[in-house]
């Protein structure tokens, strides 16, 4: 596609209640990357990945969340039993080659959990 | 671990002025990227310049450059001729050039510029 693409856009879940989060990124980009922002703040890290592989998820939370990108594609990051805490934008980003130096991101996923 | 630190949290000018950000950082990597990004209110993330630590020249893009400082550990963002489409939410960002490619991010610097 012409741009990293996220789905949904916006998310009002339950507490308690489980949430996948859809990441295509731009066509041909090897290299994946997930991040939460919150309200004000800039971007922190969660995980990336190179092709199918995950390279580091030093940043996930918690074990409640995990990340998957099965064919080095299209990539699912879930938040299991959810909780207010989790609420931010989980904005996705991909990058043409593994150096990455050139990184551009998606309109991101709002997350907010009642 | 790399900080990044923008200790402008606002800042506002009148449009058409020149407006300088600031942006410094700590790491012990000798090479590394800096980035400068801008949110608008829409919440994209747009790369508005990029800057490899190893070229000695700063980054020009446009309206838009650097004044990167090796040895200061500071890379400022100076905006000219400064537009209303400007008005946005600016991060510096750092990334090691070996190892995990994370980019990690200052707390941002929301810029209004005035008619």
């Known amino acids: 596609g012409a741009g990293v693409s996220q789905s949904p856009r916006y998310k009002v879940t339950k507490r308690g209640q489980d949430v996948a989060l859809r990441c295509d990124p731009i066509?041909?980009?090897?290299?994946l990357y997930w991040y939460r922002q919150a309200l004000g703040q800039g971007p922190e890290f969660l995980t990336y990945?190179?092709?199918?592989?995950?390279?580091?998820k030093s940043g996930l939370p918690n074990d409640r969340f995990s990340a998957e990108r099965p064919e080095g594609s299209i990539s699912t990051l879930t938040i299991q039993r959810t909780e207010q805490r989790d609420s931010a934008m989980y904005r996705c980003?991909?990058?043409?080659?593994?150096?990455?130096?050139?990184?551009?991101f998606g309109e991101g996923s709002w997350l907010t959990v009642v | 671990a790399q900080t990044v630190t923008q200790s402008q949290p606002e800042m506002s000018v009148q449009e058409a002025e020149t407006v300088t950000l600031s942006c410094t950082y700590d790491?012990?990597?000798?090479?590394?990227?800096l980035f400068w990004y801008k949110q608008p209110p829409s919440r994209q993330m747009i790369l508005v310049i990029r800057q490899e630590a190893y070229k000695q020249q700063n980054a020009t893009e446009n309206r838009f450059s650097v004044n990167f400082q090796k040895a200061a550990k500071s890379f400022s963002l100076k905006i000219s001729d400064s537009q209303l489409g400007d008005t946005a939410m600016y991060f510096c960002a750092f990334m090691k050039s070996q190892g995990a490619q994370k980019l990690v991010f200052g707390q941002g610097t929301r810029l209004t510029i005035n008619p």
């Open positions: 790491t012990s990597e000798s090479n590394y990227y």
């Open positions: 980003a991909s990058s043409l080659t593994i150096s990455g130096n050139t990184i551009y």
């Open positions: 066509s041909g980009h090897v290299s």
């Open positions: 990945f190179n092709y199918e592989a995950q390279q580091d």
